[in-house]
């Protein structure tokens, strides 16, 4: 079969790779319908996430089809379309057990393992340990340019911006990043209640789609960032929550200067290196910080509002690609800005 190979920073090529196959019996083999690019894929390829290994396939988002299930599964049979969601849990440990796979013990002791640990969804097929434990159904009525959405970027944003930074009625937000992942969290603070939501960015392609995604206001990140965002706080002293969806030095800094005493910083963002945070400022304003990898536990009620058409998650797709075009697709993504891109979806010709 095919897939996208990582061949060290910068280095990726779509190649021949074994067929995927059940290797223990609670595996399934699934045949990739849908995937897509994460920002984390282009932070591996910056190099910022040295646990991946040359050789590794790419990707840990996909919708498919159940082609192979080992002798354990019992919840799943050949044919199934399900979605395979960026983390993997085994049900078991003390983690699962709590509600924060993320940590799942039995595969590693970090959930995300597709793309990271083993072979991911940038492929023709991919194969999935602890079936039965990680895999969502997928209902009739979501299509898979909807569905796909729910893998990775919208609980990422739920769960490691909106919840982990405690959102509460009322509630300015300012969103860095106006990526699928800080749209996501701009798409859900709504569901708490939040006032104002404050999108942050380079890109004014993104920052017009956070307006159409229930953003109340932009700002193009530019010298007085701070400046414009404080002023449309209450009281000019801040948001109540900053959420970090990039993953740089400077956006953190960013998110943590917009912040009001009292309130939360939540980065969602993959950070390859150091940050040097003011601490001797933070301190004494009583800021919050929340970090953390998605547990994605939010799956089936993110799934239902999908659904109902609560949450319009079919609004992200903006481009489409065959699977073995992934090479320009990478390149849409990673200029996102020039070719007015969110998230692109890739489909087997
Ligand atoms: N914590 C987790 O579990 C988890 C899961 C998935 C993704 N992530 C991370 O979330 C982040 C966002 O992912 P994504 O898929 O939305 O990525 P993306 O690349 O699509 O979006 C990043 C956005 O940041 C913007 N940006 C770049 N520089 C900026 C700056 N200086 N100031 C403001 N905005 C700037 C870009 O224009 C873009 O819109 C990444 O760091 C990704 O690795 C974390
Ligand atoms: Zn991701
Ligand atoms: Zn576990």
Redesign the pocket.
Known sequence: MKALVYHGPGKKAWEDVPDAAVQDPTDVVVRVDTTT???????ILEGDVPTVAEGRVLGHEAIGTITEVGDAVHAFAVGDRVLVP?ITRCGRCAYCQQGTP?HCQTVGGIG?IFGHLIDGTQAESVRVPFADTSLYTVPEDVPDQQAIVLA??LP??Y??GVLAGGVRPGDTVAV?????????AVLTTGLWGAARVIA????KF?LEKALDFGATDMVE?GPD?AVEVLALSDDGLGVDVAIE????P??LL?AASLVRPGGTVA?????GTPVELPMQDLWIKNISIT????DTVSIPTLLKMVASGKIPAEKMGTHTFALDQIDQAYDV??H??DNLA??VVLQPA
Do not use: P, Y
């Open positions: 690019i994460c920002g984390t894929d282009l932070h960026a993320s995300w990775d970027s990422t944003g769960e490691v860095v990043g106006a990526g699928a992942v800080g749209l996501s942050v960015d380079t890109n993104r990140v960032t969806a990039v993953g740089f400077e956006t960013t980065n969602v963002g993959v950070h970090m953390g990898l998605v993504f990673k996102a800005a969110l998230k």
